[in-house]
Each structure stands twice: as C-alpha cells, then as structure tokens.
C-alpha cells in the first residue's frame, strides 16, 4: 500500500469514527427530548416506583451526565447497558443474537443479488433494445421503484396467506425465504442496471473492437475482458449493499417475524427501551461506514489505475 493510498484509509477511519460519535451523540439526545419515557407504560406505576427505576438505571441523573457515562461506557468497553423492557438481559447480548439471524439472512440475499444482477445485466446488455432487454429493464425498474415493505407484504399475501406454499413466520423452517427474495430484489435490480449500463461501455470500446478484429472469440471477449472490467462498479456496490441488506431487514423481519436485530430495534421504538434503541443504531452505523470504507478500498484493488484522495 502506498503512502497516498495509507493517508486516504488513515483519513476515511478517521471520519468513520467521527460519523459514529455524532450518530450516537444525536440518537442520544434526540431520544430523551422526546416526550415520556420507558417506564410510563408500566401498569399503575407509581411516583415512588418510578423514581426508584430511574435512579436504579441512571436515569435520575442529568441528561449531559448520562451522555458522559454512556460515552464512557461504549468507548472504554462496549457496554450498552441493560435492557429496560428485558430485565436480566444485557443489549449487547440480544444484538448478538439478532445479529446472528440477519447477517446470514443478508448475506444470502446479497450473494442471490450479485449472482443474478450480474447474469440479468449482462444478458440485458448483449440483448440491447431487444425484447429480452425491454423486459429486464420493465421488471427491474418497477423493484427499484417498489418499497421493501409493500414488496414483502404482497410475497407474504400471496405465497403464505393465499398459496400456503411458505411458512408466513420467519422463526419457523423455511419461512426465511420470503424475506431473503423481499431483502435481494431491490440489489438484485440496481446491480442488473448498473452492470448492464458498465458492460455496454465496455463493449464500445477500442480493445474490444481490436479483439473482435484479431477474431478472438465472442465468450473469450465477453468472459474473459467485457464482465471482467463490467463488474468494477459492482464491487464497489458490493459493501453498501450489504450494510443496505443488514439495516433494510428493519421492517422486513417485522413484517415475517423474523427474530433478527431489524425486529429487535422496531421493538425497542415501541417500547421506548432507551439503551437496546442506542445500542442497534451504534451497530448498525459501525456496519455502514466499515462496509462504505471497505467497497472503496476495494475498489482500488480491483482498478490499479484508480487514485484515492
């Protein structure tokens, strides 16, 4: 690695790290200006009740000096406290768990997303302006413009309430795959696009003309230089998509169930559970800048001639 390309990872961790301090500093303060708080919707808690569960959690304290000890905490040893709705459990034990199910439910849906964006794209582009292309695009454009959650709720509709032919819970054998096709069609349409408007580039150019003058063959020109250099774009697509999959999962595990950190934290919203909201939201930027920084680091290994500054 050389010394411009060691400055600009230096400078990128750099901002990472400050992107978390100011998410964990706005979800923090943002969190208890909203009015209530976690321990309101107790069943006929008392004053003297909830006095005593806010000095048991530290919450008697003023606010900026319940900033510092939770800053404190996360920095010296990656503690985010209890859970207030789950008494008796740690928050960095039920992300773990959540964690668990959605990084493998992601990265099956982003290997099912790379694998057919890039087969989609490429047949797409060697099948310019006809039928085979027009329909690609149709579909792929009406997944790009369809939310997750409405795509999710028809899968659900139709092959778990109507056919029958999937479980409609996610905790249950076979009823992850309802989410991981909710969680892949989005990628799975933007990589189609995007490799096929990076093949068609590729096609135009002058060495592909030249091969194709020397008479080398149509699979080596497409196989062997065209979805070669195609796929630069996609790899750099790679590591967002992933973090996209992982923080997507949020509605998606609510909507089938799914025991994954995305339900885990709607769950806390509603239940106003303070340090499990904190504590999702520190992980999942962690997982968004770490994957943006890896896809651009990535993306110099894969293209020497790209410079990072």
Same mark, same amino acid.
Do not use: C
């Given at each position: 690695?050389?010394?411009?390309?060691?400055?600009?990872?230096?400078?990128?961790?750099?901002?990472?790290?400050?992107?978390?301090? +100011?998410?964990?500093?706005?979800?923090?303060?943002?969190?208890?200006?909203?009015?209530?708080?976690?321990?309101?919707?107790?069943?006929?808690?008392?004053?003297?009740?909830?006095?005593?569960?806010? *000095?048991?959690?530290?919450?008697?304290?003023?606010?900026?000096?319940?900033?510092?000890?939770?800053?404190?905490?996360? +920095?010296?040893?990656?503690?985010?406290?209890?859970?207030?709705?789950?008494?008796?459990?740690?928050?960095?034990? %039920?992300?773990?768990?959540?964690?668990?199910?959605?990084?493998?439910?992601?990265? #099956?849906?982003?290997?099912?997303?790379?694998?057919?964006?890039?087969?989609?794209?490429?047949?797409?582009?060697?099948?310019?302006?006809?039928?085979?292309?027009?329909?690609?695009?149709?579909?792929?454009?009406?997944? =790009?413009?369809?939310?997750?959650? &409405? @795509?999710?709720?028809?899968?659900?509709?139709?092959?778990?309430?109507?056919?029958?032919? =999937?479980?409609?819970?996610?905790?249950?054998?076979?009823?992850?795959?309802?989410?991981? #096709?909710?969680?892949?069609?989005?990628?799975?349409?933007?990589?189609?696009?995007?490799?096929?408007?990076?093949?068609?580039?590729?096609?135009?150019?002058?060495?592909?003309?030249?091969?194709?003058?020397?008479?080398?063959?149509?699979?080596? &020109?497409?196989?062997?230089?065209? %979805?070669?250099? *195609?796929?630069?774009?996609?790899?750099?697509?790679?590591?967002?998509?992933?973090?996209?999959?992982?923080?997507?999962?949020?509605?998606?595990?609510?909507?089938?169930?799914?025991?994954?950190?995305?339900?885990?934290? =709607?769950?806390?919203?509603?239940?106003?559970?303070?340090?499990?909201? @904190?504590?999702?939201?520190?992980? %999942?930027? +962690?997982?968004?800048?770490?994957?943006?920084?890896?896809?651009?680091?990535?993306?110099?290994?894969?293209?020497?001639?790209?410079?990072?500054?």
């Amino acid at each position: 690695m050389d010394s411009g390309t060691l400055a600009y990872v230096l400078k990128r961790i750099g901002l990472a790290v400050l992107t978390v301090f +100011v998410v964990i500093t706005i979800t923090f303060f943002v969190m208890h200006a909203v009015p209530g708080g976690p321990f309101l919707g107790e069943k006929a808690i008392s004053q003297t009740a909830l006095e005593a569960l806010e *000095a048991k959690y530290g919450m008697d304290k003023p606010l900026f000096s319940q900033y510092l000890t939770y800053l404190k905490d996360v +920095v010296t040893d990656f503690d985010f406290g209890p859970s207030l709705k789950q008494r008796g459990r740690d928050v960095m034990d %039920l992300i773990l768990e959540g964690l668990r199910v959605s990084v493998r439910m992601g990265l #099956i849906a982003a290997a099912v997303a790379v694998v057919a964006g890039v087969v989609l794209g490429a047949v797409a582009a060697l099948r310019r302006n006809r039928f085979a292309d027009k329909l690609i695009m149709v579909i792929t454009t009406a997944f =790009v413009s369809m939310p997750s959650f &409405i @795509m999710g709720t028809l899968l659900l509709l139709l092959f778990a309430v109507k056919w029958m032919l =999937v479980p409609a819970n996610g905790a249950m054998a076979g009823g992850r795959i309802l989410p991981i #096709i909710t969680l892949a069609l989005y990628p799975t349409a933007y990589i189609t696009r995007l490799t096929r408007s990076s093949m068609l580039d590729v096609l135009g150019q002058d060495y592909i003309r030249t091969a194709r003058a020397k008479g080398v063959s149509s699979g080596k &020109i497409i196989f062997g230089h065209a %979805l070669k250099n *195609a796929l630069a774009p996609v790899i750099t697509y790679i590591g967002p998509m992933i973090a996209y999959i992982v923080t997507g999962s949020l509605v998606v595990e609510k909507i089938f169930a799914v025991p994954g950190i995305g339900r885990a934290f =709607v769950s806390s919203i509603t239940d106003r559970d303070y340090p499990m909201i @904190m504590g999702t939201t520190i992980v %999942l930027s +962690v997982l968004i800048v770490t994957m943006n920084l890896l896809s651009d680091i990535l993306y110099k290994v894969v293209d020497p001639r790209i410079r990072l500054e």
